[in-house]
T-cell receptor
Framework: AQSVTQPDIHITVSEGASLELRCNYS??????LFWYVQSPGQGLQLLLK??????LVQGIKGFEAEFKRSQSSFNLRKPSVHWSDAAEYFC????????????FGAGTRLTVKP | KAGVTQTPRYLIKTRGQQVTLSCSPI?????VSWYQQTPGQGLQFLFE???????NKGNFPGRFSGRQFSNSRSEMNVSTLELGDSALYLC???????????FGSGTQLSVL
């Protein structure tokens, strides 16, 4: 069964600094990988997804993620963080034949210092 | 067009009661998935419905059930509520399989 590990529970960065959120997945076949963001009291918004092809995927709000099969990783990056990026970020993996059944990581809470 | 709508937004119940949550997907979406989010367990997949049929199910007890109507609206029912059922229940819809999921804002259930 697929699973996701987000090693960092909480990360604090200064506004304008770069950001990298880590995600490691476990899945026997080709995974479908996602990053979602959740603001307090809200549902989840898709930032980006990887199905196949180019291993560097671009998402909304200036985020990108790189799929590295050899490391079973799908880390999320942003070159310059804005105060509005403060939220909870979830990495998720889904199976090839049904990505509506997603398994989420525990999430990483991002705090942005002024 | 309107997003995924979940009602009610907040709910307070007592142990032993049962509860029904509702989810109206985006117009035209045929798949509805349900997730439970708690601080301890994170986001966990409950089940998915597509064209009124349950297509996938997570590892939850039989007290958790759902259904989908012909207009794609879905309901989730939890019977014999336990304290541990307190959670944010999120619904997500998509047009079909392997399509982008759109999440609602959730129903916050508190069991006292």
């Amino acid at each position: 069964a697929q699973s996701v590990t987000q090693p960092d529970i909480h990360i604090t960065v200064s506004e304008g600094a770069s950001l990298e959120l880590r995600c490691n997945y476990s899945y026997g076949a080709t995974p479908y990988l996602f990053w979602y963001v959740q603001s307090p009291g809200q549902g989840l918004q898709l930032l980006l997804k990887y199905f196949s092809g180019d291993t560097l995927v671009q998402g909304i709000k200036g985020f990108e993620a790189e799929f590295k099969r050899s490391q079973s990783s799908f880390n999320l990056r942003k070159p310059s963080v804005h105060w509005s990026d403060a939220a909870e970020y979830f990495c998720a993996v889904a199976s090839y034949n049904n990505n509506n059944d997603m398994r989420f990581g525990a999430g990483t809470r991002l705090t942005v210092k002024p | 067009k309107a997003g995924v709508t979940q009602t009610p937004r907040y709910l307070i119940k007592t142990r032993g009661q049962q509860v029904t949550l509702s989810c109206s997907p985006i117009s035209g979406h045929r798949s509805v998935s349900w997730y439970q989010q708690t601080p301890g367990q994170g986001l966990q997949f409950l089940f998915e419905y597509f064209s009124e049929t349950q297509r996938n199910k997570g590892n939850f007890p039989g007290r958790f059930s759902g259904r989908q109507f012909s207009n794609s609206r879905s309901e989730m029912n939890v019977s014999t509520l336990e304290l541990g059922d307190s959670a944010l229940y999120l619904c997500a819809s998509s047009f079909g399989t392997n399509e982008k999921l759109f999440f609602g804002s959730g129903t916050q259930l508190s069991v006292l």
